[in-house]
């Protein structure tokens, strides 16, 4: 009786907690500006965005469009080829263990030099005119609605400033408020880092033109010197291998006028009463309470095939055009059409993990600061819907895909290129897409897919002489598909086409989508194919191997003693040829088309060297058991096929323990984007309270807290975490882990990789009540469910395709339709656990209940 009365308190307090109530709007919310870019908080409308830093005296949006790169499509450097004599020389070596030698012949010939640069746009300074001390100062994001707000008190005045960017007009939008009448007296102006651009004022609005670098390079003269690659790099070097200029971004005339074009537009808009002024530094707005400023950017990228100088948009009349569609509504009517577009897309997913009301009254840094001390669930929810957040702020169809930054940048020459890196961080940047309802957002990968498709079969005929298509480690806007420069460990790795292939398959599983996997998914797949399968040679022991190929970014030791990277047939390279023999096959089949490419990939399935464990008792990360020259590296390559892939389940025994090992070998400690990636690897492992750790790591804070010494953004802590803006840091900032954490939140609370769905597989001790609606598992089902004390309380099923329904739970369950019962779940044997499943047919939009067997 005693232990049913507790039940009945704890599930009281999860309905008071998580109950049918008014929503809580989602703030992150600080007491003090930013005083760096990585504490600012980002906005945006999948085309455009901006970091807000909240200055009282000065405000600064620091701008960002996400077509503007530098250079053009014809800077991309295509003199690399794999020639048959060198491909047999490496081959011929790599069996022989000469695998110094080998890697040297790759590097030499095989690899060409870094694609171009993800640009920082500009910055829009609000300059306060006001005098007198602030007092009462709050900034926030608000991520149920997409605002930004910043609040103070000077001079006895309140000031408000709210900012969005709304994807259904294009702009940005910044009302500022007083309560004091014509208390409002600010300049504004544009500034930025390239020396091309310039403001001036023209009725009644504020300009802001530039034109980006036609050429970036990041590498120094003497890395590319020592690398003897001077003839890469025309645009740097004469004939004579001479250098033409000290420097390596160039404008204009010194890169033969080559570079893309952008423009910012904006126009202040008086509700009432107010005064504008042009002045020497750009517009000075005053004798006013309210005033709202709506601005638009633009470029005139035209496509990834096309010269942006010669053959682009006009940008001024993209902005007049934005401008003046934003102009027929007023404010009231503009913030109504973001909200409305924005929640349509997030208030699909809720999630409920009940912490102390004292924490949630805390500002967002003082809170990850104690997380590592005092659990924080509710902290752990607001980052999960942050992921989301940004994922609808930096992805819609129309715009570019998210890069290693999003959308949010400010350098000229930024880390990596700011581009988009496809051993692992633009494929996590889309973990969350499928399963966290925002399939939408998916579209910008898609068509990034697509179009490096066309110019990786361009790759895979020049290059390779091979079928199908190809792309290597890094692209940008131009869809360069040929290998970066002189990283071995990297560089050189032709498996892109099937990684991305699966995030077109994973989108058919979720949705059920036939016309789409014929007309979108399939061409891809199956061009991914025919490049592994003409890749292929035979080991020497009947097992087909990828030729050579490494394991990003790890190297290993030779028996020699040398550090090397590339060899015969890495676990990862096998692991995607595996999936996307197995995906083209079953696509092919549902399709019913091209018989004889069924056949010969069946027929080189069989043959593919299987996963192999070592003497450690862990998966092999290459075909023979190597010492990994970094026992810790943040790639977990070699577990692709635990996740993100579905090779490797609780059903695999062998495999499963292997894989387990392995992730303990590697270690918690990592960056931020690869804790991203373990806390998805232990969900999977059903490790709730071991991927909870990986998530307690997460929460280092990096600059501010406990590692104040930091500096330049790196912690001194050691590893990765968040900023106080909730953003990754690598560090440096990527966006990657965040996005990777909240697709790894979404595994620990439901999984149907395996061929079931699986409620609550890997729940940790520390969330032991909580409630999440709206996920989705593969067969078009939505889920949402409720658990206390750790244990299913209720789940919802919808069946939006109406196809068969099985489903695991750790504790057996009713399944309701109505008032009626349709069936019970029974014990099933797994991993040495015992689960309870059952199996139902489903009509579409039909709803179940699933409710505890007591």
């Known amino acids: ?82 020639t048959p004599e060198s491909l047999e020389q490496v081959v011929s070596l790599l069996k022989n263990g000469e695998y110094g030698k080998a890697n040297e012949i790759a590097t030499k010939q095989w690899l060409g030099r870094l694609h171009q640069y993800y640009q920082p746009f500009g910055d829009l300074y609000i300059e306060n005119n006001g005098s007198g001390e602030i007092s009462g100062y709050r900034r926030e994001l608000n991520i149920s609605e997409a605002i930004a707000k910043t609040t103070f008190t000077q001079d006895g005045a309140t000031y408000t400033r709210e900012i969005f960017a709304s994807h259904p007009d294009h702009v940005m939008i910044i009302r500022l408020t007083s309560d004091r009448p014509a208390g409002i007296d ?116 035209n496509g990834y095939d096309k010269s942006p100088s010669l053959e682009g948009i006009d940008p001024s009349e993209k902005t007049a055009s934005l401008l003046t569609n934003a102009l027929k509504y007023d404010y009231r009517t503009l913030k109504k059409r973001h909200t409305d577009d924005y929640k349509s897309l997030f208030d699909r997913v809720s999630i409920c993990l009940p912490a102390a009301e004292e ?46 930054q999003g959308m949010w940048n400010k350098e000229v020459i930024p880390p990596w290129n700011c581009g988009y890196t496809q051993n692992i961080n633009s494929e996590m940047n889309y973990w969350p897409a499928e399963i966290t309802n925002l399939p939408e957002c ?54 892109v086409q099937g990684w991305y292939s699966s995030h077109l398959w994973e989108h058919y599983l979720f949705t059920g989508d036939e016309e789409f996997l014929k007309n979108e998914a399939y061409p891809i797949l199956k061009g991914a194919a025919e490049f592994y399968a003409d890749w292929l040679i035979d080991d020497g022991h009947g097992n087909l191997v990828t030729p050579a190929g490494v394991s990003p970014e790890n190297a290993f030791i030779t028996d020699k003693g040398e550090r090397a990277a590339l060899s015969m047939g890495p676990t990862m390279d096998m692991a995607i040829i595996r999936e996307t023999f197995t995906r083209t096959i079953r696509a092919s089949g549902i399709l019913h088309t091209d018989t004889g490419l069924q056949n010969e990939l069946k027929e080189k399935l069989a043959r593919l060297l299987p996963y192999r464990i070592g003497e450690r008792g862990q998966i ?19 577990l692709y096929g635990l996740y993100p892939g579905d090779q490797i389940t609780p059903e695999t025994g062998e495999l499963f323990k292997a894989a387990e090992t392995s992730l303990n070998l590697r270690g918690d400690e990592a960056t931020g984007w690869s804790m991203g990636w373990k806390i998805n690897c232990w969900a999977r492992l059903q490790d709730g309270n ?51 954490y909240t697709a790894g939140v979404t595994e620990m609370l439901l999984q149907s990789h395996a061929g079931y769905i699986h409620l609550l597989p890997a729940l940790p001790d520390v969330w032991p009540e909580g409630a999440v609606s709206g996920l989705k598992a ?36 009713i399944v309701l339709k109505g008032k009626t019962e349709i069936t019970r779940s029974t014990p099933v044997e797994s991993n040495g656990k015992t689960y309870y499943e059952t199996s139902f047919p489903t009509g579409k939009n039909d709803i179940f209940k699933l409710i505890p067997c007591h």
């Not at 970036?216 to 200029?245: C, M, N, S």
């Open 620 to 638: 092999q990360e290459w075909m023979h058991d190597f010492k990994e020259a970094e026992p810790k590296h943040r790639h977990i390559s070699h």
């Open 778 to 813: 593969r067969g078009n089902f939505e889920i949402s469910c409720r658990w206390t004390d750790c244990r299913l309380q209720e789940a919802t099923l919808q069946s939006m395709a109406g196809k068969p329904c099985r489903i695991r739970t750790s504790l057996p369950v």
């Open 1 to 82: 009786m005693k232990l049913k009365l507790l039940l009945f308190y704890a599930l009281s307090l999860l309905l008071v907690a998580c109950g049918p109530k008014k929503k809580e709007s989602l703030l992150l919310w600080y007491d003090e500006p930013a005083t760096n870019w990585n504490d600012a908080l980002p906005i945006g409308n999948g085309h455009a965005g901006a970091m807000i830093f909240g200055g009282a005296g000065k405000e600064l949006l620091q701008l960002n469009e996400n077509t503007l790169y530098s250079g053009e499509p014809s800077v991309i450097f295509k003199d690399v080829q794999v």
């Open 442 to 495: 998916h579209a910008p990968l898609f068509r990034l897919i697509k179009e490096l498709s066309v110019t990786g079969r361009e790759t895979a005929r020049n290059m390779y002489n091979r079928r199908g298509w190809v792309a290597h480690h890094n692209t940008s806007i131009w869809r360069e598909s040929l290998p970066n420069d002189n990283v071995p460990t990297a560089s050189f790795w032709p498996m």
């Open 186 to 301: 600010v300049n504004l102006r544009f500034g930025g880092p390239h020396p091309t651009a310039s403001q001036h004022a023209a009725n009644n609005q504020l300009l802001y033109k530039g034109k980006a670098p036609g050429y970036v390079e990041r590498r120094t003269f003497e890395q590319i010197e020592a690398w003897g690659d001077r003839y890469k790099h025309p645009e740097l070097y004469d004939k004579d291998g001479k250098r033409k200029f000290d420097k390596r971004v160039l404008y204009g005339e010194e890169i033969g006028n080559k570079g893309m074009l952008f423009e910012a537009r904006l126009e202040p808009v008086f509700p009432g009463k107010g005064k504008v002024e042009v002045t020497e530094e750009g517009m000075r707005i005053y004798d006013t309470n309210e005033v709202y400023l709506i601005m638009a950017l633009a470029t005139s990228f």
């Open 690 to 740: 071991h991927a909870y750790q990986i998530i307690r790591n997460l929460f280092n804070p990096v600059g501010f807290g406990r590692d104040k010494e930091s500096r330049n953004g790196r912690s001194t802590m050691g590893g990765g975490g968040l900023y106080k803006s909730m953003l990754d840091a690598h560090p440096p900032f990527q966006i990657d882990g965040n996005f990777g």
């Open 359 to 404: 924490q949630k009254n805390l500002p967002t840094d003082e809170r990850i600061v104690r997380f590592a001390e005092q659990p924080d669930p509710d902290l752990a929810a607001l980052l999960y819907q942050f992921g989301r957040y940004l994922m609808i702020s930096g992805s819609r169809p129309g715009g570019q895909p998210l890069n290693l």
